[in-house]
């Protein structure tokens, strides 16, 4: 009987990973999409009908590219970082809270703390395996955003656990069947939102991919598989980016037809500010966060707790 359990969950594991996977595959024809009709011209429309077989052509022509072998890389670790981003980006999508034959995570927000802690190696690796110059750059300034943005992000997360006191996301569908937490804490879900933007490397803080010289940032020296796995990673974040957001400020977990609406909406709103934000300025960003969302989460922090203690 435990064996069948296991063989269970092992199927669970990997419906959700091939079901991440297409996610992230349409995810990308979505944002091309948008991004054509923001600039006024069509997105792909070749492959297949109206080009639904774009992302997997794509996928295909880069897993099937040669591999370039760098000569003065460390390339044990420039090889497998792609790899060790793309597993964390997987690992995450866990702890949501499943209702079939999946693991029930008490501590889910903290499994979430360490897996995008974990992330920032990755790309730091990345960066300085690939032993160029440009990567190296591209990798510290991505570095220096990530762990920045990750204050205000477990700050802002902070509030809400103690709203409903525990790390399991279940319980978040309990306390916002009234009120969302949305409107309740209505400027701390605007600064997770942009703290998220900033913790995916997204426009308009997309400084490791920024500057003219800085090329293409910490994965310049990639090409084929190791790209795509960066790619799927990134896109895979934004994703459960989204399905957080959804779960903690929207209304909690709920398998219904809206809670997808809701997830599609805030990944729609990582392409739709790429369409219309210019990029911010490297300094003009760390002051945002240490200036800014800092003392606005630390505030909102003191006044949910003595809520907490004043209500109790």
């Known amino acids: 009987m435990i064996l069948f359990d296991y063989f269970n969950i092992l199927i669970g594991v990997l419906i959700l990973i ?32 109206l080009g639904l077989l774009q992302s997997f052509s794509d996928a295909i022509k880069l897993f099937s590219k040669e591999q370039m072998y760098l000569n003065y890389s460390n390339y044990m670790v420039y090889y497998f970082s792609p790899i060790v981003s793309f597993m964390l980006s997987l690992m995450i999508w866990m702890l949501i809270p499943y209702y ?18 974990l992330g920032v190696y990755t790309i730091m690796i990345a960066g300085w395996s690939s032993n160029s110059n440009y990567a190296l750059l591209g990798g510290l300034r991505s570095v220096a955003q990530t762990i920045s943005y990750e204050v205000s992000l477990s700050l802002i997360l902070m509030s809400s656990i103690i709203m409903i006191m525990d790390f399991n996301l279940m319980k978040f569908s309990y306390y916002q069947s009234m009120i969302w937490f949305f409107f309740f804490m209505m400027p701390l879900s605007l600064c997770l939102m942009s703290s998220m ?55 909690g977990y ?35 966060c240490w200036k800014v969302y800092l003392p606005i989460s630390l505030n909102y922090l003191l006044l949910f707790l003595g809520l907490k203690i004043y209500l109790i």
């Open 197 to 251: 933007l900033a913790e995916t490397n997204r426009t308009p803080f997309d400084f490791a991919e920024g500057e003219s010289e800085l090329v293409s940032g910490f994965n310049v020296e990639y090409s084929s598989g190791g790209f795509a796995l960066i790619f799927l990673a990134e896109y895979t974040s934004i994703l459960f980016m989204s399905m957080l957001f959804s779960l903690i400020y929207l209304g």
């Open 18 to 49: 091939i079901g991440v996977l297409i996610g992230v595959a349409f995810l990308t024809l979505l944002e091309r999409k948008i991004l054509g009709y923001i600039q006024i011209r069509k997105g792909p429309n070749k492959v297949g009908y």
């Open 100 to 117: 079939f034959n999946m693991i029930s995570f008490n501590l889910g927000l903290l499994f979430f703390f360490c897996c995008t802690s």
């Open 254 to 288: 709920s398998l219904n037809l809206f809670f997808y609406l809701k997830l599609v909406f805030i990944s729609f709103f990582f392409i739709w500010v790429r369409g219309t934000l210019p990029r911010y300025r490297y300094d003009k960003l760390m002051y945002l």
